[in-house]
Nanobody
Framework: VQLQASGGGLAQVGDTLRLSCAAS?????IGWYRQAPGKGRELVAT???????YYADSVKGRFTISRDNAGATVTLQMDALKPEDTATYYC???????????WGKGTLVTVSS
């Protein structure tokens, strides 16, 4: 299993950034976690093969997770960014009925005010 994450970087408050995650094989779900400095890892959003989505309350209405037609790349569009969105974001993918995800490398998102 290989997960290739891209995107992120530096943004201003209110800006938009996109994160993409390309997963090998046929993942049953792909999503994003984030970890802010000094905090635990938080599940941000997931998208299942069937189209079901999950969003953390902190990002609902601002973040959108979607998949390309081939289903192998998932994009997290982050609108109306806030300083509290600053974190390292990790792509995660689940395969079959296995509950533990596979992880991609983290990508840093920094939102400055």
């Amino acid at each position: 299993v290989q997960l290739q994450a891209s995107g992120g970087g530096l943004a201003q408050v209110g800006d938009t950034l996109r994160l993409s995650c390309a997963a090998s094989g046929s993942a049953s779900a792909i999503g994003w976690y984030r970890q802010a400095p000094g905090k635990g890892r938080e599940l941000v959003a997931t998208l299942s093969l069937g189209g079901s989505t999950y969003y953390a309350d902190s990002v609902k209405g601002r973040f959108t997770i979607s998949r390309d037609n081939a289903g192998a790349t998932v994009t997290l569009q982050m609108d109306a960014l806030k300083p509290e969105d600053t974190a390292t974001y990790y792509c995660a993918a689940w395969y079959g009925s296995v509950s533990a995800p596979h992880w991609g490398k983290g990508t840093l998102v920094t939102v400055s005010s």
